[in-house]
């Protein structure tokens, strides 16, 4: 049961590895296609296992992977002239006395040699591909393993005294979600007697058998919480109080700008009457003032 366990338990992270495992896999392919992909056949290297493609690189990294005589392989892919010929054309065919097989076709720019660096590429391959990512493979099934053997070995108690199990932990998480308001994730304080009664020891009340013994112990506990909750709660308060006088200070020093800048503004449009109009109703107002100290009987309706 835990081996089954652990094998599902390693599915989807089993899905992530073999996905970077491909990926690695493809890389290594691709560069070794570009770096041995006309290199000569040798001792291992042939017919069925070449870079000549990438398929055919990528079956022969799984098998240099499974150790499949990847050292051979290496020192195939590093042979060097005077064992292959560095590049095809006409000189290098007279040299080994043979006359140039491909009549009026231009010189090739490639050979049939390997490359000096072939020790590195395989070791990099041996390094990354072998000794780190199949051992990440490995260390996650251990580490699954581990951890459904652990839990199968804890004794689920009252007190948790082994550590709280994994079915402990999901009770607890319902019990939560059927007293949160809302979807928020916040319990009001009235609340917190209920869910204290209904929580699993040593969280709560509840004992395993399903009765609830309310100890000094745990309404001291209660009481603590609350005290704790109102200590928070005024925190809370005093810091929205905060802000609220801050905001009313900003929006009384705005409004008393706007009231600046609308004086300002009247100022200047008050300036920019011209001079002739204020003498116009300068010398209308002395005029009237003057006919009613005289007694003009026109004044009035004027």
């Not at 804890?154 to 550590?163: M, N, P, R, Y």
């Not at 009384?252 to 204020?278: A, F, G, I, N, Y």
Request: with cysteine.
């Amino acid at each position: 049961r835990i081996i089954l366990e652990t094998l599902i338990k390693c599915i989807p992270q089993l899905a992530n590895i073999l996905l970077l495992l491909l990926l690695v896999y493809a890389m290594f392919s691709v560069l070794a296609v570009n770096l041995f992909g006309t290199t000569k056949y040798g001792e291992r290297l042939g017919p069925t296992a070449n870079f000549n493609t990438w398929v055919k690189a990528m079956q022969l990294c799984y098998q240099m992977v499974t150790g499949d005589e990847w050292m051979t392989i290496m020192a195939d892919c590093s042979v060097q002239p005077p064992f292959c010929m560095e590049k095809f054309d006409r000189e290098n065919f007279a040299l080994i006395g043979h006359e140039w097989p491909f009549g009026d076709r231009e010189d090739y720019y490639f050979g049939d040699c390997g490359s000096t660096t072939a020790p590195y590429f395989f070791m990099a391959f041996k390094i990354v591909c072998e000794a780190i990512m199949l051992n990440l493979f490995i260390g996650m099934i251990i580490e699954n393993f581990a951890f459904i053997t652990g839990e199968s070995e804890v004794q689920e108690d009252d007190d948790w005294s082994a550590g709280a199990s994994l079915q402990q932990i999901e009770a607890l998480a319902r019990w939560y979600l059927q007293f949160q308001e809302l979807t928020t994730g916040v319990l009001s304080l009235p609340q917190l007697t209920k869910i204290m009664s209904r929580l699993p020891a040593p969280l709560g009340f509840r004992r395993m058998d399903g009765s609830i013994v309310m100890s000094e112990e745990g309404m001291a506990s209660i009481r603590l919480i609350r005290a704790e909750f109102a200590v928070i709660t005024r925190d809370k308060r005093e810091a929205w109080k905060a802000d609220v006088r801050k905001k009313r200070r900003i929006e009384k020093e705005k409004k008393q700008m706007l009231e600046e800048e609308e004086s300002k503004r009247q100022e200047k449009e008050d300036d920019e009457v011209p001079d002739s109009t204020w003498d116009i109703i300068k010398r209308k107002s002395r005029e009237l003032r003057h006919r009613l100290v005289n007694g003009n009987d026109n004044v009035q309706e004027e």
